[in-house]
């Protein structure tokens, strides 16, 4: 668990490697009516991905993050996954030929459960890595290699 104090500490494994920065902790409010604190529940940015993104502001002073150029929610009904919106001009979404109505279920294998799971793949990613997504489309299942873009460039 990651208490109050400790957080944006080094998370390790059982052999101490350094695996994840610890971020945010999930707590209950003393709204809530109960004591407030730590519920056990902890978010950590992943090591690779705060080493990649230290580099970019050692290196340029600004870090980047991965796009998809498309609005995002969830499906209607029943269906999981998430639903694309408006699919920007240009962006890595529409190169690869994704089109607003598209139901995105996977990212390289990773079951996509909502627009925020979605979200979260996908900045998880480096701006340029090469993704296979699979996505539904007219109620048939198809995939699309995707190269992410970047919010460097976005307008």
Do not use: C, M, W
């Amino acid at each position: 668990a990651i208490n109050p104090g400790n957080s944006g500490g080094a998370l390790v494994d059982g052999s101490g490697n350094l695996i994840g920065i610890n971020s945010a902790i999930a707590s209950l409010g003393s709204s809530s009516g109960g004591p407030s604190g730590s519920i056990g529940l902890g978010f950590a940015i992943p090591i690779d991905q705060a080493v990649r993104i230290s580099q970019e502001l050692i290196d340029n002073g600004t870090a980047t993050h991965a796009r998809l150029g498309t609005t995002v929610g969830d499906p209607q009904g029943a269906a999981t996954g998430a639903s694309l919106g408006e699919v920007t001009e240009g962006s890595a979404a529409a190169n690869a030929g994704l089109q607003s109505g598209d139901v995105i279920t996977k990212i390289d294998g990773r079951v996509i459960d909502g627009s925020e799971g979605l979200v979260a793949a996908i900045r998880s990613q480096a701006p340029g890595t090469e993704v296979t997504l699979t996505y539904v489309r007219g109620g048939e299942i198809q995939t699309a290699t995707v190269t992410l873009g970047s919010d460097a460039n976005a307008a």
